[in-house]
């Protein structure tokens, strides 16, 4: 499996983004897809996560109500809408996938089989 994140860039705070992650080499039909990201010399944590089946998600509290997982089935793709952004918001964001993923772990990022390069997102104050 091979995931293809994009979307990143350089944004003022207040502004939006959408970034996407395409997965190749299978089709899922189950375990989830998540967005994690990295800020300078910071761990890496959970942003988003949706179940594959049913597309139940899950959000980390300081992106609630700004953030927006979904998935297109058919195209095997996640996107990930960001409004109001933060300064803090900025950092790599990673994409992953869970093929065999249970509900439990979606906030888990050590459960995850597969992740995608990063993209850079970057919110000026």
């Known amino acids: 499996v091979q995931l293809q994140a994009s979307g990143g860039g350089l944004v003022q705070a207040g502004g939006s983004l959408r970034l996407s992650c395409a997965a190749s080499g299978r089709t899922f039909s189950g375990g989830h897809m998540a967005w994690f990201r990295q800020a300078p010399g910071k761990e890496r944590e959970f942003v988003a996560g949706?179940?594959?089946?049913?597309?139940?998600?899950g959000y980390a509290n300081s992106v609630k109500d700004r953030f927006t997982i979904s998935r297109d089935a058919a195209k095997t793709t996640v996107y990930l809408q960001m409004n109001s952004l933060k300064p803090e918001d900025t950092g790599v964001y990673y994409c992953?996938?869970?093929?065999?993923?249970?509900?439990?772990?979606?906030?888990?990022?050590?459960?995850?089989?597969?992740w995608g390069k990063g993209t850079l997102v970057t919110v000026s104050s």
């Open positions: 992953a996938a869970a093929p065999r993923g249970i509900l439990s772990t979606l906030r888990v990022a050590s459960s995850y089989d597969y």
């Open positions: 949706i179940r594959w089946s049913g597309g139940s998600t």
